[in-house]
C-alpha cells in the first residue's frame, strides 16, 4: 500500500509500523489549526478542490470578468467575437484529446500550462489598445484554446474523481463559488478603473495589466496539485490511480470510451448548450442596455449571483435524505422549469430590444436612470440559471463513474462540445447575426440538450458508482456498502 493509502483506511496500521509518527498520522487524518481554524489535510479532496478553484479564479475567472465588459472592454465587438472564434474552434478540437494528453501527463502539468494562455490572451488586448493589431489578438484567442482546454480537463478530472459520491455536488459547488470569486473580484478592476469613465468606450491599461499579472499567479499555483494516488479521503474510499500508458493507448482508450459508454452521445446537444447563451447575454443584452460603467457594474452582480447558483444547486443535488437517482430527476426538472421560465420572460426584453434600437434609447447609467435594477436583476438571474446549467452537468457527468482516467475522457468532450457550440455562436456574433437570431437559437438548443438528456438519467444514473478500486482494504468495502445500502433502501 501506498502511503496515502494507509492514511485512508478506517482502522489504520499503527505508526510505527507505517513508519510515520503519531504527529504525521494527525496531520494527515485531521489537518492543522491556523490561527484556530481547523484547516483540511493538505491531501484530501477538499483541499485540492480548493486548490483548483483558486487556479481558475485567477485564469478563467478573470477572463470571465474581461469577457464580461462586453467585447472584452473594446468598442467594436468584432474585434473579440473573431478572437472567441478562433478561442473556441481550438478549444473545440484540443478537448477532446485533453483526456488523452491529461492521463498521460498528470493533472498538475496540464493545469499549469493551462493557465499561460489566459495571460497571453490579457496581454493582447493591452497591445490592441496601442497598435491595433488584431493579428496578435487572433492568435492569442487561438493559443488560449490550446490551454484552455487542458486546463479545464484537469479541472473537471479533479472536481468529480476526487470527491466522494456524497459530497461531489456540494464539491461542484464550492469549486464554481470559488471560481466566479474570480469575475467579482476582476469586475472590481475596470469599475475602480473606468468608473469616471462614463461614455462607452474600451477600457484603460491597468485593467489589462491586473488582468495579465493574477493570470500568471495562477499558472504557478496550479504546480502546488496533489496527484490523485495521493489523495486521503475520509469515508474509505480512494481516488483511483491513473496509470499512465503509451500516447497511442490513450488515443485508443479515448475511442474505446466512446464504444463502451457511447450513452454519453445522448449528452452532447446539452454539452453543446452550455456555453451558447453567453454571447447573447454579454455582446446582445449586456452590450445594448449598458455603458461601460454600467457593464462593469453588472458584471459584477453577474458573477455573484453565478456563485449562489452554484452552491444552492450542489447542495441540493448531495442532499442525501433523497436517493442520486431521484435527485438526478428532480434536478433536471428544477433546470428544465428554470430555463423555460427564464427565457420566456427574457422573449419580452427582447422585443424591447428590437422597439429600442430605432430610437437610440440605450447605454443605460446606473446613476440616473430608474430602471436599472430592473435590468440589473435580469442580468443576474442569467448568472444564476447558468451555474445551475453547469452545475448539473458536472454533477450528472460524476454520477456516471468515479473512474478518473474516464472522467478525464468525459471532462474533454464536454469542454470540447461546450467550445464548438462557442465558436459557432461567435462567429455569428461577428458577422452580426440578430439579436433575436442569437437568442432563439440559445432557446431551442437548451430545450433539445435537456430532452436528449433524459435517457441518459433515467436509465444509467445510480445511486452509486463504487467497485473493489475505490477501496483500500474489504473492511473498508463492508462499512462504505452498508452506508450506501442504507441510503438505497431510504425512500
Not at 207 to 212: H, S
Not at 324 to 335: C, E, M, P
Not at 420 to 436: H, P, T
Request: hydrophobic residues 45%.
Amino acid at each position: 500500500m501506498s502511503r496515502g493509502e494507509i492514511t485512508t483506511s478506517t482502522t489504520p496500521p499503527a505508526p510505527e509500523a507505517a513508519g510515520r509518527s503519531n504527529k504525521d498520522v494527525l496531520y494527515e487524518r485531521k489537518g492543522i489549526k491556523v490561527l484556530g481554524i481547523q484547516l483540511p489535510p493538505w491531501r484530501s479532496p477538499l483541499s485540492q478542490v480548493i486548490l483548483t478553484g483558486f487556479v481558475c479564479f485567477l485564469c478563467p475567472g478573470m477572463f470571465n470578468a474581461l469577457s464580461g465588459l462586453g467585447a472584452g472592454g473594446q468598442v467594436d465587438s468584432a474585434v473579440q467575437a473573431n478572437a472567441s472564434v478562433a478561442l473556441y474552434t481550438t478549444f473545440a478540437f484540443v478537448g477532446f484529446i485533453a483526456g488523452t494528453v491529461l492521463n498521460y501527463f498528470g493533472a498538475q502539468a496540464t493545469l499549469a500550462f493551462g493557465g499561460l494562455g489566459y495571460a497571453v490572451y490579457s496581454a493582447s488586448f493591452l497591445s490592441y489598445n496601442h497598435t491595433k493589431n488584431e493579428g496578435f489578438v487572433l492568435f492569442a484567442g487561438a493559443f488560449l484554446g490550446v490551454c484552455a482546454g487542458f486546463l479545464w480537463c484537469a479541472q473537471g478530472t479533479v472536481m468529480m474523481s476526487y470527491p466522494t459520491e456524497s459530497e461531489k455536488g456540494r464539491y461542484i459547488g464550492l469549486f464554481w463559488a470559488i471560481f466566479n470569486m474570480g469575475g467579482v473580484i476582476g469586475s472590481c478592476i475596470p469599475i475602480a478603473t473606468n468608473w469616471h469613465n462614463p461614455n462607452k468606450g474600451a477600457v484603460n491599461d491597468g485593467t489589462y495589466v491586473g488582468f495579465l499579472v493574477l493570470m500568471l499567479c495562477g499558472a504557478v499555483l496550479a504546480f502546488f496539485l496533489v496527484p490523485p494516488e495521493k489523495i486521503i479521503r475520509k469515508d474509505g474510499t480512494r481516488v483511483q490511480r491513473i496509470r499512465h500508458p503509451s500516447m497511442k493507448t490513450e488515443i485508443w482508450g479515448l475511442w474505446e470510451t466512446i464504444k463502451s459508454d457511447s450513452y454519453i452521445l445522448l449528452l452532447f446537444p446539452f454539452f453543446w448548450a452550455s456555453n451558447w447563451f453567453y454571447t447573447y447575454q454579454q455582446n446582445c443584452y449586456q452590450l445594448f442596455y449598458f455603458n461601460l460603467r454600467g457593464r462593469t457594474f453588472t458584471n459584477l452582480w453577474y458573477w455573484l449571483a453565478q456563485i449562489f447558483g452554484a452552491l444552492a444547486f450542489g447542495f441540493f443535488l448531495d442532499n442525501q435524505r433523497i436517493r442520486r437517482r431521484k435527485r438526478a430527476i428532480y434536478g433536471w426538472i428544477i433546470l428544465f422549469v428554470a430555463v423555460n421560465a427564464i427565457v420566456s420572460y427574457s422573449f419580452g426584453l427582447l422585443l424591447d430590444i428590437s422597439n429600442l434600437f430605432s430610437s437610440g434609447a440605450c447605454l443605460i447609467n446606473n446613476q440616473i436612470d430608474k430602471d436599472f435594477t430592473w435590468y440589473l436583476i435580469m442580468y443576474m438571474v442569467y448568472g444564476f440559471q447558468d451555474a445551475m446549467w453547469q452545475t448539473y452537468a458536472y454533477w450528472m457527468m460524476g454520477a456516471l463513474s468515479n473512474e478518473p482516467r474516464k472522467l478525464a475522457y468525459f471532462a474533454g468532450f464536454y469542454k470540447g462540445i461546450q467550445s464548438a457550440g462557442a465558436a459557432v455562436v461567435w462567429r455569428l456574433d461577428a458577422v452580426k447575426y440578430s439579436y433575436a437570431t442569437l437568442f432563439g437559437s440559445s432557446w431551442g438548443l437548451c430545450g433539445a440538450g435537456m430532452l436528449l438528456a433524459i435517457p441518459v438519467i433515467w436509465y444509467r444514473i445510480r445511486d452509486t458508482e463504487l467497485t473493489e478500486e475505490d477501496f483500500v482494504t474489504p473492511a473498508e468495502k463492508d462499512i462504505v456498502m452498508s452506508k450506501v445500502k442504507q441510503v438505497a433502501s431510504s425512500p
